[in-house]
């Protein structure tokens, strides 16, 4: 940038500073040695040219900071070569990270990616983001907010742009999802081999597909191995809830082992329990779901089950990508969650 140059002699002008335009499409074209018709095609992603040629306006693109005008080219292609991606304003370490994921795809695959979270879980409010999404010119829709009444909202609003909902377990054709009700199975049966047989589950919200799914895998692996199913207890997904529950459950000695819904739910178990006089896993034993980072910092650290959220995040963004670039969606495998043992699980102490 061409500082100003200010004379300060009264009454002299000042002189305007240069101004400095951003490079431009003709611009790459001209360092390339290429048409500029050739370097929108190389932004577009086509297939149709050699290797070397697309790799050396790529880096030219790279060298001059070239950046296409995406208002510009929505007008010429009639494409906003935009995703609107919809998250719940509860977003949690998972929802966190599979979204970086879909904008890293998405930004590589040439794409824009359009924000909006839910901020509260009533309808009128999930009907008010996704035509929100819907006013932008979206070209496809990421939901990572597994709730019922969105998808009641989807339906009513007859949305017609490609779908992807993550989390979800209703059979939707356009679901990918990590397998949550495997993973609560895993979770169950580890505590069962362990030798816990009166086992509590502390599950995540009602209204939520994913709480719904591991609360079922919960109750089948109990009731399999012909155990007590005793009433879940439902919770919010917050470690104050958690904590909450912690301290009530002080007042029971009917039962040796929790699986928690979320690792959050399980700090706050766990932290009302040595509040409380009792150790983990000396007296209770806990496993939590989601294997968020700081789980394996929590004392004791936490055996949860690990859900793959970049995983998801790429799938996703891939998938909607094809579709658009009209590849026929054929369903997609779930994902098989891990169960990653630590120290917040151990054999019984005492038999009820």
Do not use: C
Request: net charge negative.
């Amino acid at each position: 940038m061409v500082p100003v140059r200010s004379l300060t002699k009264p009454g002299t002008a000042v002189m305007e500073p240069e101004k400095v335009r951003a490079p431009n499409i003709r611009d790459v074209a001209r360092l390339a040695g290429v048409s500029y018709q050739t370097v929108s095609r190389v932004l577009n992603n086509s297939e149709a040219l050699r290797p070397e040629t697309k790799q050396r306006v790529l880096e030219v693109i790279d060298q001059i900071g070239y950046r296409p005008n995406q208002a510009a080219r929505a007008l010429v292609t009639s494409r906003s070569r935009t995703i609107g991606v919809l998250t719940s304003q509860t977003a949690h370490y998972g929802s966190a990270t599979s979204l970086h994921a879909i904008e890293e795809a998405a930004r590589k695959a040439g794409y824009l990616v359009s924000t909006t979270s839910i901020a509260t879980s009533d309808y009128e409010s999930i009907r008010d983001r996704l035509e929100y999404l819907m006013s932008q010119s979206i070209e496809a829709l990421i939901v990572i907010a597994p709730q019922v009444r969105v998808f009641d909202a989807i339906r009513e609003l007859e949305i017609r742009v490609p779908l992807v909902t993550l989390g979800s377990t209703l059979g939707d054709d356009h679901a990918l999802s990590v397998d949550q009700m495997a993973g609560a199975r895993l979770a169950t049966r580890h505590l069962i081999d362990l030798g816990h047989q009166h086992i509590l589950h502390l599950a995540g919200p009602q209204d939520w597909i994913e709480a719904e799914a591991r609360m079922k895998g919960f109750i089948d692996e109990v009731v399999d191995a012909d155990l007590i199913a005793y009433p879940p207890i439902l919770g919010d997904w917050t470690a104050d809830f958690g904590h909450y529950v912690g301290r009530e459950l002080l007042r029971r000695t009917d039962f040796t082992a929790i699986f928690a819904a979320n690792d959050q739910m399980a700090l706050g178990l766990m932290h009302a329990f040595r509040e409380g006089g009792l150790e983990v896993p000396r007296d209770i034993s806990i496993v939590g779901f989601d294997d968020i980072p700081e789980a394996a910092h929590y004392w004791p650290p936490l055996t949860t089950v690990r859900q793959d959220f970049a995983e998801l995040g790429r799938r996703s963004l891939a998938l909607l990508v094809g579709e658009l670039n009209g590849s026929r969606w054929m369903g997609h495998d779930q994902i098989t969650p891990e169960l990653v043992i630590r120290e917040s699980t151990a054999l019984p102490s005492r038999n009820l």
